[in-house]
């Protein structure tokens, strides 16, 4: 059996997080919530909470780092926690800033030294993420999901270029479980009904309009889930099976090409994923870039594309050997004769545009036939993207580094 302490990973908006949070209370479990209002003094404060009782702490900012500050503090204090007579369950309540993709991650991996008495190791050694449960505003989600204000501008965390798209989307996107809190529109309802269940598949969802959530039984349905995900841009770009038939104007388009991007053309076409658009994803194979995988990544108005890997018809008989089984199987049935398992692939979770449109300006980006017959050229042709692109961008051939939070490993 696994003896480790239980821990519940609450995010989302300020307001849903504490919330869940009451109702988790109890003479064992304790609560344990950061609060970035006091940042821009250089502050960070810590409440504990175990039954009645409170304990409040200010941190003062690691050298002007939120994120380093947060590692430096939870992770020691989940081990100590882990150890305290009579407590049988840890409830982590996040900052509206942070993915919970990067604190289970950091808990999982990132050693915590110098306890007295205890070998160094991840908090993971003793604590266990049970669950992550995620609270939606059903007034504003979709239109933080769909927007292009970044976290500095609305949470006040100097240098933070993540959107808050990235981070609604991150936090709904990684979710055991998800408690949409509030009401709108019966239209707006089932426009968001739709999406997050096409976002997180797998997520148990509780809708509690003018009534308090009941955690402990959406708890019991996810139980131990642990759906831990690591990056892999050659798994499967619909996790979780999510629903392909449209409702309520929100559809899945699916776009899969067995030739290259043209460079100036995809630029182009990258606009009709920035407007009515939650998220994009998927591999690219551009006609200027022949050995990498470049991954695209969207959320809201802001994109990414980056260098990922090799496609495995540029390694070696060497780096072949370290490629997932599941990734040859996969690549040896679209093998082409002459460009091996290169290809486009992209799914696009569309709530307020024209599915059509965007199939039709992938496709247009793509090379022509009389392109495609000359491969010799492709190279000479102009190319706006770099290692790294994002969009909006200013100077189409000027490359900028990609909008990327914590929970994000894309190079």
Do not use: Y
Not at 128 to 151: F, K, M, P, Q
Not at 182 to 202: H, M, Q, Y
């Amino acid at each position: 059996m696994d003896s480790r302490t239980p821990l519940i990973v609450v995010a989302g908006g300020a307001g849903g997080v504490a919330a869940i949070g009451n109702t988790l209370r109890g003479p064992e479990t304790v609560l344990v919530r950061h609060d970035l209002a006091l940042l821009g003094e250089g502050v960070i404060t810590r409440t504990v909470t175990r039954g009645d009782d409170q304990w409040l702490e200010a941190l003062e900012l690691a050298h002007g780092c939120v994120s380093c500050t947060l590692r430096k503090d939870v992770l020691p204090l989940l081990r100590r926690l882990s150890a305290r007579d009579g407590v049988s369950r840890i409830v982590l309540l996040l900052d509206p800033a942070f993915e919970p993709e990067a604190v289970c991650r950091a808990i999982d991996e990132i050693s915590v030294t110098g306890i007295v008495g205890r070998v160094d190791a991840p908090a993971g050694r003793d604590v266990r993420v049970e669950a992550v449960i995620t609270a939606i505003d059903a007034a504003s989600w979709l239109a933080d999901a769909g927007g292009d204000e970044t976290v500095a501008e609305r949470l006040v965390i100097a240098d933070d270029e993540r959107t808050v798209a990235q981070v609604t989307i991150g936090q709904a996107e990684h979710a055991d479980a998800m408690v949409v809190f509030g009401s709108t529109d019966p239209l707006e309802t089932a426009r968001l009904a739709a999406v997050l269940a096409r976002l997180s598949p797998t997520a148990a969802i509780q809708w509690t309009g003018d009534v308090g959530p009941d955690v402990e039984s959406l708890l019991e349905s996810v139980s131990g889930a642990g759906r831990r995900r690591q990056f892999d841009p050659h798994a499967s770009l619909l996790r979780g099976c999510p629903p392909l038939e449209a409702d309520a104007g929100v559809v899945v388009v699916e776009f899969d090409a067995e030739r290259p991007f043209h460079p100036q053309r995809l630029h182009e076409a990258i606009d009709t994923l920035l407007d009515g658009v939650i998220t994009a994803r998927g591999r690219i194979w551009l006609a200027t870039e022949p050995d990498h995988v470049l991954w695209l990544e969207s959320a809201g108005e802001g994109l990414g594309i980056g260098l990922s890997d090799k496609w495995i018809a540029a390694m070696t008989e060497h780096e072949r050997a370290d490629v997932d089984p599941d990734r040859l199987a996969f690549a040896s049935l679209r093998w082409d004769p002459d460009f091996g398992d290169r290809h486009c692939a992209m799914v696009v979770l569309v709530h307020a545009a024209d599915p059509d449109e965007i199939s039709r300006a992938l496709r247009w980006a793509l090379v022509t036939d009389e392109e495609w017959a000359a491969p010799e050229s492709w190279q000479s042709w102009s190319d706006p993207f770099g290692n790294w692109h994002t969009d909006p961008c200013e100077n189409p051939a000027t490359p900028h580094a990609p909008q990327r939070g914590e929970g994000e490993q894309h190079a």
